[in-house]
């Protein structure tokens, strides 16, 4: 246990060195940011027929999904887990006692808990200082805080499950670019990560529930903003739970049958 | 029992086979072809412990296959081995725990962390206890001379400077068994003698088993004198370096500086390498010449200023190892 911990805390510390690409995310996201804001206060000026989602709660989602993009974006895989897969050295990693499945699975979150601590408060600070109609508010009351930070947490758990899972089919197919192109524009676009779910079709919302994604960043932006109930918050986080149960045993059964079937690259 | 059993091992791979051009690319797309390569067949050896054991063969020959088996890293398709009581595949994570291994074409560090954070990550991957982690570790600094190095990140390091602590860092945890995948490879002569050295050293010292592979015939006569030759996956050869080189090292080089010769000896069954004015270099067979008989000879026609006699190197010798085995 101790080594998984210590491994977690060398990753996060060579995680935070690099600050220029943390820079020009931070940039890029406030563009986003903008672009996205700008279209959703023109849309809402010409329509009164959104109601299940208001502008401020909209804006506010919009910012709170560019300060943690890289904690809830099916991207951003770990290309170094990909790489020790096509030239071989996971060889070291299989001589070692430690259990991959869980080694893999800290150094993909603590990746992503290092980069988006560079990234998340410049944004947010951003986002609350600007001019209404489009600045980011504040959390609709100390519970709903606290219940995005949780799901927040919980669902970037959920999302290193579903990664887990197209890296293992990657040690199996020795690529994981067409599988993980796939689950990159589903997720997305389930997760509300491209439009947020309360504006998706109905009948696209009615998918979403039955799917593990929109547990991972729209769940907790919701919450924050308080479009999200408070007990229906507690439901859902009973189902992150579940899922990410689910997500994870499956993800060791397939790495135990990988693993037996490994043939190493290279040497 | 031996310390290290290994009986019939088999490891056959499926590789897919595709015929140049875009129309088989199209065919392949539909249907696959895959070709069985058998990497590994049917081997056996015994180990005992302390010992140090070469395993050679060409390029392919599935060195690296029986290597990573012996890891536990691959899952081999039939036979048993047995090290130090355990099956390395069923029980990897206890197994590996005893073994320190190094990929010479691979790195064991992280990249991006200096040479000493790895160190303390492997500390406690191992769970080494503090007091012998400091011992074992001012040990190994010393002998591989890598105390300026441990607070570069290993990035910045030169290959000769990464494989010593490559290795520093496979014994951290005093391995009773050390596995090294062609260690040398691409090193400078002064990093190859001090791995050498290293490795002779580590293995009086601590009796640790080595197993090593290298295409590099000179760390195997400078390390150990049993050797394991394997090609297309069999075992050919298990055995003393000695016997071999006695075996082919039939030929010997003969150099023959002179002066005064007024009529060349006639020498029969003998190549003619090189022939100058009061120099000649033969290649005699020591089956059909001797070497005194020759000089017996030049000695009576001419004056003979000096001679050299050179054995035939380790690389020849294997050469024609592989030829008689047809590899």
Redo the contacts between chains.
């Keep these: 246990m101790?080594?998984y911990l210590?491994?977690f805390k060398?990753e996060l510390i060579?995680g935070l060195?690099y600050r220029t690409a943390a820079f020009a995310g931070i940039i890029t996201q406030i563009v986003w940011g903008f672009i996205n804001t700008m279209i959703y206060v023109s849309f809402y000026s010409h329509t009164n027929n959104v109601d299940s989602i208001s502008l401020s709660q909209l804006v506010t989602y919009v910012w709170l999904n560019q300060a943690f993009l890289i904690l809830i974006y099916m991207k951003s895989f770990d290309s170094e887990i990909m790489d020790k897969i096509k030239?071989?050295?996971v060889?070291?990693e299989?001589?070692?006692?430690?259990?991959l499945y869980t080694w893999w699975y800290i150094k993909s979150i603590a990746k992503k808990y290092s980069a988006v601590i560079l990234r998340f408060l410049p944004i947010i600070i951003l986002g609350l200082v600007l001019p209404k109609p489009f600045n980011m508010g504040l959390p609709n009351s100390i519970y709903s805080f606290i219940l995005f930070i949780l799901t927040l947490l919980l669902g970037s758990i959920l999302l290193v499950s579903i990664i887990m899972i197209i890296h293992i089919i990657g040690f199996f197919t020795n690529e994981d670019k067409g599988i993980s192109s796939i689950i990159i524009i589903i997720s997305n676009f389930l997760s509300g990560s491209t439009l947020p779910v309360p504006l998706l079709p109905n009948i696209v919302q009615k998918i979403t529930e039955y799917l593990p994604f929109r547990l991972i960043s729209d769940l907790p932006f919701r919450i924050y903003s308080g479009n999200i109930s408070i007990n229906y918050a507690l439901q859902s986080i009973v189902l992150q739970i579940i899922w990410i149960i689910i997500l994870i045993t499956f993800g060791i059964l397939i790495m135990r049958k990988v693993?037996?079937?490994?043939?190493?690259q290279?040497? | 029992m031996s310390f290290i059993t290994v009986q019939n091992l088999n490891k056959t791979?499926k590789i897919l086979e595709r015929d140049p051009g875009l129309i088989n690319a199209i065919k392949a797309l539909f249907r696959k072809d895959y070709k069985i390569v058998k990497a590994v067949q049917d081997i056996s050896f015994n180990i005992d412990e302390g010992e140090i054991v070469a395993y050679i063969g060409p390029n392919g020959a599935g060195k690296?296959t029986t290597i990573?088996m012996l890891?536990?890293?691959?899952?081999p398709d039939s036979g048993n081995i047995l090290i130090n009581g355990l099956n390395p595949f069923e029980n990897?994570?206890?197994y590996?725990?005893s073994?320190g291994?190094v990929?010479g074409?691979?790195?064991?560090l992280?990249w991006?962390?200096p040479v000493s954070?790895s160190f303390?990550?492997l500390k406690?991957?191992?769970?080494i206890p503090k007091d012998e982690y400091i011992k074992t570790k001012e040990e190994l600094v010393k002998l591989l001379n890598i105390g300026d190095l441990l607070n570069t990140p290993v990035r910045q390091l030169s290959l000769g400077q990464r494989m010593r602590c490559e290795i520093a860092a496979s014994l951290l945890h005093n391995p009773k068994i050390l596995f090294l995948?062609?260690p040398t490879i691409g090193l400078d002569a002064v990093s190859k003698v001090a791995v050498r050295n290293f490795i002779k050293e580590i293995n009086k010292k601590k009796n640790v088993t080595i197993i090593l592979t290298s295409h590099d015939m000179s760390d195997i006569e400078a390390l150990t004198n049993r050797i394991i030759v394997i090609g297309n996956g069999k075992k050919l050869y298990d055995g003393s370096l000695s016997n071999i080189k006695k075996k082919f090292s039939d030929h010997k080089k003969l150099e023959i500086l002179y002066s005064g010769l007024k009529k060349k000896p006639k020498i029969n069954n003998v190549n003619v390498i090189e022939n100058k004015r009061n120099y000649v270099l033969y290649d005699v067979d020591m089956k059909k010449n001797t070497i005194s008989d020759i000089v017996e000879k030049y000695s009576k026609v001419c004056e003979i200023n000096d001679i050299n006699v050179l054995n035939e190197n380790m690389d020849d010798i294997i050469i024609k190892l592989y030829e008689e085995y047809n590899l």
């Design positions: 101790i080594c210590k491994y060398t060579n060195q030239n071989g050295t060889a070291y299989l001589c070692r006692p430690y259990n693993l037996n079937k490994v043939c190493i290279g040497g | 791979f690296s990573k890891c536990g890293i691959l899952n990897r994570v206890k590996v725990s073994i291994v990929f074409q691979k790195s064991q992280w991006d962390i954070d303390e990550l406690s991957i191992y769970k995948d062609e």
